[in-house]
């Protein structure tokens, strides 16, 4: 058995700053008091421990008082995403069978007309009646399920339990190390694990969370040159956006800050080499919502030397590549630990999420002499064009580290002689003619890997977590 | 499953210091291989994960390697204390029933003239012939075996687990936090949970430990002003020689100094506001054997304000007092959590070590109105004189604060009028009349707790880890 996390934090430390949004912050005993309110109140609506809860909410605190509401209550909370249509929530809702729909005020015209929402007021409107609430949790309990972000065909809810989401967090901390003054900036989404996780370790380290309702480019520049936040997780688009405000302004990150977990796929070199410059430590990381957070994390002191590497294993967990047995081959990438789902809910509850106890992921890469990963793409977007294997990720970096480009994405398209090949999708900073962004792409890639189009776009297809939908490319054309 | 400790981190982290000792240092991937090297030859010899194996030697290197050594074999270690007497030593041997005995070659003097020894040299001469080492562990098997220190009743010897120890590591991480650049002063026994619980720690957070074969003041002073440390276990006696020589040096600790653990029981407060004058923090813990170390500890933040407490207890852990539900009220402190024993072996092997899930520690405490654990006694000292209780820990703290007593030990002897009263013995710096110290203990003490004896000694009965064995005063009358 182990303690209510929100409970034994308040206990441990509870003065500490638990909580920050705009301006205004609550302390763990503080946080403790709202989420038995919240808790008593949600248990007068029903919801106990047999329940399962879907919450769709922006990043504020009463999203978050909620989450831990239903986590004193031992509900199975599962986190919608707020940027899908109508259509993809109602599947999530229908597949998960929930009791109850738990929705902001704000949200609630997201959802597919026919729910029975029960609104974040209607909570904090009720009678406050306080009943027993568990000091104990047990490791294989449900805590929250996600939905895959279904880049590859139906989404699955994803159970994470109180096993997953701890031992996560505590082989984290052991890569990244831990201080009283660490404070987490969340500019992510709360109902993806990138975001949920930081509430995790918040909870499990004592440490403070600043929640960005949305990503704000400038304030995350101020916090990170202030010393106001140590640690931030972001996406590619992300960084890209911070050190453009760092180079900008012709500043740095202050010392005080430790590093950006940097996930959501691999990050073009051009973006670490800019990191550096601004004094910005990116621990590359690989993880996904089957692994409650990290697998893997490239090590501060590893930065240089193995740049574009996830790194290695956090200590609980274990990687291979199927099948293979030596360095620099690569093949799916296969995954076990503690941190590892026991499975899923809904119409893939039957479906088992390892053999062995490894899940295999999907993705691609191989590990090199020393044992580092290197995540070369996602199955899924594998273009084979002539017999060739054409990785996507390996043509966006080179898009991106041109001076003239802010983002971009590749995929294959239908080609009566090559099977497929590869087209490009571009943001760009500066005008600029085609025939230059091809020849730079000539200049840095085997010729069969040079896109055979340029589609200069506004913007990208990016999911609720910013990831690039690279399926959605092809609808631009 | 849960990966084998030195190979993962040699793995994550191969270059990074792992262990110094006399001016050399190994990295951990020097430290996995010379450990391999031995487990080779130790399987040689038969030795394999059925086995169990007494161990006893000096705090040097060649200890830990064999200590590594059995832990990729997956035998139980049963570490002996050598500062036994060798009919204390040989109950051990033969209530473990332990299939071999590895000595230090320094030390074969000190095993049972019966005993079959394998000396340290024994093992190293043997052909290295490479056996499959298990790179998974699980949670329930034993790693080590201590008996508990005796100071009542036989010995038993005590299960300490992988979950046991991992789970004692991490929570203690939560609390004192973690940085690459920690390295950890071990001055206290291998064979006792306090050194035992370094070694653990050093391979689940990659730091480095500076192993000393004998505790030596002025080495510890130096490595501590100069920063060459930043975290230490000790016990009172080894504080007070520090704090001595900070003192007498007119120095303080290094600003890189972390914090020093301080176990085997309460702290005299005068050692603690000492300590804060030279700049080190002191972190009161309680811990024992059946825990395998720390269960509580006091935050830093909470140093001064909560002065004499042992903390709260770390993040994964619980403590209550037996009966007792209100702040202030003493009683028998029970303890639960992952890091608790799963129980004894041998005579012992069929008592249950809790109730459930509680294990009763025979020490008195309470808790005060914000949930901090206070140890007031070890149960077995407790005097009884004329319906009063007596707790010796209260008269020894007045005693050394007196500013011309280094040490000091209180005991009960039985008296006709009141049962028992209190006498002490003290450990002087500088000669003093005993009128003046029992002077000094009417004006700090109920009269009815002043020693109705000072006794002046060279030195006072300590175990292997330096905690004062009370029962063993009154033989120095």
């Keep these: 058995m182990y303690p209510n996390w929100i409970l034994q934090r308040a206990y441990l430390t509870p003065k500490r700053s638990a909580l920050t949004f705009e301006g205004e912050t609550w302390n763990f005993d503080q946080i403790k008091i709202i989420s038995l309110n919240r808790a008593y109140q949600l248990a007068s609506l029903g919801i106990n421990q047999n329940s399962r809860v879907a919450i769709i909410g922006r990043s504020r605190p009463e999203l978050v008082f909620i989450i831990y509401a239903c986590m004193h209550l031992k509900c199975e909370m ?69 939905y895959t972000s279904g880049t590859t065909g139906f989404p699955k809810g994803v159970r994470q339990t109180v096993g997953n989401h701890q031992a996560s967090a505590l082989a ?82 202050s010392p005080k800050f430790k590093t950006i977990l940097a996930g959501g796929g691999p990050f073009p070199k051009d973006y670490l080499i800019r990191a550096q410059k601004v004094g ?26 193995k740049l574009g590497s996830a790194g290695k294993p956090l200590f609980f967990n274990q990687i291979k590549i199927a099948g293979v047995d030596k360095p620099f081959v690569e093949g799916e990438i296969l995954v076990r630990g503690p941190h590892v789902t026991p499975g899923y809910i809904g119409q893939f509850s039957s479906k088992s999420s390892t053999v062995d106890g490894w899940l295999h992921t999907g993705d691609i890469g191989y590990l090199d002499d020393e044992g580092y990963l290197y995540v070369v793409d996602r199955r899924s977007d594998l273009i084979i064009s002539g017999g060739e294997n054409i990785y996507p990720a390996e043509i966006e970096n080179v898009l991106m580290a041109h001076p003239n480009i802010r983002e971009a994405g590749v995929c294959g398209v239908e080609d009566e002689t090559w099977g497929e090949v590869p087209v490009a999708f571009v943001v760009i900073k500066k005008e600029t003619p085609k025939s230059d962004i091809i020849g730079y792409c000539m200049e840095h890639l085997a010729k069969y890997k040079v896109p055979k189009e340029i589609y200069i776009v506004e913007k990208l297809p990016r999911n609720g977590s910013n990831k690039l939908m690279r399926r959605k490319l092809k609808e631009l054309i």
């Excluded at 609104?119 to 949790?137: G, L």
């Excluded at 972001?234 to 890209?240: F, G, T, Y």
């Excluded at 089957?290 to 501060?300: H, V, W």
């Design 78 to 146: 599962v986190l919608l995403n707020r940027k899908l249509a109508k259509d993809e929530l109602a599947y999530q809702i229908d597949d998960a069978e929930v009791n109850y729909v738990l929705s902001d005020d704000e949200d609630q015209y997201l959802l597919p007309d026919e729910t029975n929402i029960i609104s974040f007021s209607t909570v904090m409107e009720r009678e406050i009646t306080p009943t027993s609430i568990d000091k104990e949790w047990s490791i294989e309990q449900t805590t929250s399920i996600m």
């Design 172 to 253: 984290s901390v052991l890569n990244i190390g831990l201080s009283e003054e660490d404070v987490w900036l969340c500019a992510v989404p709360l109902f993806h694990i990138s975001g949920f996780s930081i509430l995790i370790r918040s909870l499990l380290y004592g440490n403070e969370v600043k929640l960005y309702e949305k990503f704000d480019p400038a304030s995350a520049v101020e916090d990170i040159t202030t010393g106001r936040v140590t640690l931030m997780s972001l996406v590619a688009v992300m960084l890209e956006r911070i050190l453009n405000g760092l180079e900008e302004n012709k500043i740095k990150a």
């Design 280 to 305: 910005i430590s990116v621990s590359q990381t690989y993880g996904m919502t089957e692994t409650s957070s990290q697998t893997a994390t490239l090590a501060n002191e590893d930065a240089i030397r």
